[in-house]
């Protein structure tokens, strides 16, 4: 899901945008304002035109098949230290972000990533992630109580779409009730580290709140470490595996992704799910007169309007896709988004079809050793919020014009006001 500095940094500057976007560059198109509104249209083109070099360096794919070779290739890292021209960050003695995770699953290779991987997987188990819907219902239910009372009009994403999942997260860390606030308001802001996009002054907001968080976790781990709970952290402070355990580092940097990573994804499949399905009134309509389909509809929202938008892999030697060279160093950015409505995999890509039968072929997980560790998280989130909200607001509707967030990576929205009706 990152974007590695030295690749995007280059770009932010609007008056490089817009020369290389007039230019016809496929990254700098991909970062003008009116790309991010509806990226589509660049997805369609850039797929057109196969494996396309930027002038900015990157090599750019939107094809289905493609991303799935780049993405399966382990020669392909997602870790940014094989990108050419990249210098460690250095920080003055001292300095609290030094003090930051070095790594995390999204990023590093085997074999440390194997490591870790098998033993988060150790405590984040099928079983275990099926035995939270009884306490992820009863918390959707309580919201949308909230929701209900307050009037009939309110902004879906900031009473329903971010509080679910934040506090499915904190139930998950053993966050306490009186710390959820602040570690909302931190998980917010950690999010805008995946975008390579920022403003200097964001960046450091960001990074003053990741110090915070980190540090929050790091006391937490030393907590549990004395004083388990039944939470997924105590879990995974207890996983061994042939005298091997996770680290305090490695343990928050997990606990970390699993906020950055976890929750923001699940807050824009629900937001992006439910404005599809407004604008296409007959498929919620469906959803509300067919509820065993919204499992498999989960799938097709997820395909339709991805919650993670792209992700890079870097050459770690010289290699060949689809009879092009790529060199060592060089990334290939991944339009996940663009993968998803490849006509090639998908029929009539364009249209919402919530029982769509490929529609699990998105690639809005990734695929290969980084596949989200999450996916079956972010389903089961995805489906009782769905199943909720049809079951109890079968006649609900826009109540006025949602608004996006401005976000290159990330696709979701900032407000979707809404009118509840049973």
């Given amino acids: 899901m990152s974007l590695a500095e030295p690749l ?24 003008r304002p009116q790309s991010k509104g509806d990226p589509y249209p660049l997805y369609e083109d850039i797929r057109r035109r196969g494996l396309v070099r930027s002038s900015l360096g990157p090599w750019v794919t939107a094809s289905h098949a493609t991303a799935e070779t780049v993405l399966r290739d382990r020669r392909f890292s997602s870790s940014p230290v094989h990108q050419r021209g990249y210098q460690p960050p250095s920080f003055p003695l001292g300095d609290p972000r030094a003090e930051l995770p070095a790594g995390d699953l999204l990023t590093l290779d085997p074999p440390d990533h194997t490591r870790i991987r098998r033993l988060v997987s150790g405590a984040f188990t099928p079983r275990a992630i099926a035995g939270l819907e009884p306490w992820i219902r009863e918390r959707a239910v309580r919201l949308l109580d909230q929701a209900d009372a307050r009037g009939p009009e309110f902004n879906l994403i900031d009473a329903f779409a971010f509080p679910l999942p934040i506090a499915v997260i904190c139930h998950l860390l053993g966050v306490p009730a009186e710390d959820q606030d602040k570690f909302r308001a931190w998980g917010h802001d950690v999010v805008t580290t995946l975008e390579p996009q920022t ?102 929202l997820l395909r339709y309007d991805s919650p993670v938008q792209m992700t890079s892999r870097t050459a770690t030697e ?36 919530v029982d769509r039968p490929e529609a699990a072929r998105h690639l809005s997980f990734s695929l290969g050793i980084h596949h989200c ?19 109890r607001f079968p006649g609900l509707a826009m109540a006025g014009t949602p608004v996006r967030r401005p976000l290159l990576v990330l696709r979701g929205f900032e407000t979707v006001p809404v009118r509840a009706a049973a």
């Fill in 199 to 300: 403003s200097r002054a964001a960046r450091h907001h960001s990074q003053a709140s990741e110090i915070a968080l980190a540090g929050y976790l790091r006391d937490l781990v030393a907590k549990r470490r004395s004083d388990p709970d039944d939470s997924l952290l105590s879990a995974l402070i207890a996983v061994e595996e042939e005298g091997d355990s996770l680290t305090s580092a490695e343990l928050v940097s997990t606990a970390l992704l699993l906020l950055v990573a976890g929750f923001e994804t699940t807050v824009n499949l629900i937001g992006n799910g439910t404005v599809a399905l407004l604008g296409e009134r007959a498929q919620w309509d469906r959803l509300c007169k067919e509820p065993e389909l919204i499992s498999g509809a989960i799938e097709e």
């Fill in 8 to 31: 995007m940094r280059r770009v932010v500057e609007p008056s490089i945008v817009r020369y290389f976007a007039w230019r016809g560059d496929p990254v700098a198109r991909w970062m």
């Fill in 373 to 391: 560790l999450g996916a079956a998280l972010a389903r089961l989130e995805g489906r009782i919020a769905i199943e909720e909200l049809t079951s």
């Fill in 318 to 353: 010289d290699l060949e896709v689809d009879g092009t060279v790529i060199r060592k160093g060089i990334p290939v950015i991944v339009s996940i988004g663009g993968a998803n409505r490849d006509p090639a995999i998908f029929a009539e890509p364009g249209r919402l079809m």
